[in-house]
Nanobody, 117 residues
Framework: VQLVESGGGLVQAGGSLRLSCAAS????????MGWYRQAPGKQRELVAE????????NYADSVKGRFTISRDNPKNTMYLQMNSLKPEDTAVYYC???????????WGQGTQVTVSS
């Protein structure tokens, strides 16, 4: 499975961005997908994750009510709509996919999100 993120950039506080993660390869085996982020000097952390059908989602407390994760399975694409962005949301955002057969974990290359105050 190959994952390619896009949509990052520079935005002012209070603004919005929409990240996309396009999957290719063994996509039929993808189960849970998620967005993680890593700020300078900090550990990578879960932002949000979504089940295979899109009906089950989980969010970090810090983004609840501001971010929305979704996926379009026919397009093999996952999204992260980020609203009311804060400077503390600045990080490299990574796409993640878990497969069932074989059981593996895949990562994208990351996309930078910078929120200016």
């Amino acid at each position: 499975v190959q994952l390619v993120e896009s949509g990052g950039g520079l935005v002012q506080a209070g603004g919005s961005l929409r990240l996309s993660c396009a999957a290719s390869g063994n996509t039929f085996s993808i189960n849970v997908m998620g967005w993680y982020r890593q700020a300078p000097g900090k550990q990578r952390e879960l932002v949000a994750e979504i089940g295979s059908g899109g009906g089950s989602t989980n969010y970090a407390d810090s983004v609840k009510g501001r971010f929305t994760i979704s996926r379009d399975n026919p397009k093999n694409t996952m999204y992260l709509q980020m609203n009311s962005l804060k400077p503390e949301d600045t990080a490299v955002y990574y796409c993640n996919a878990q497969t069932v057969i074989p059981p593996s974990l895949y990562w994208g290359q990351g996309t930078q999100v910078t929120v200016s105050s």
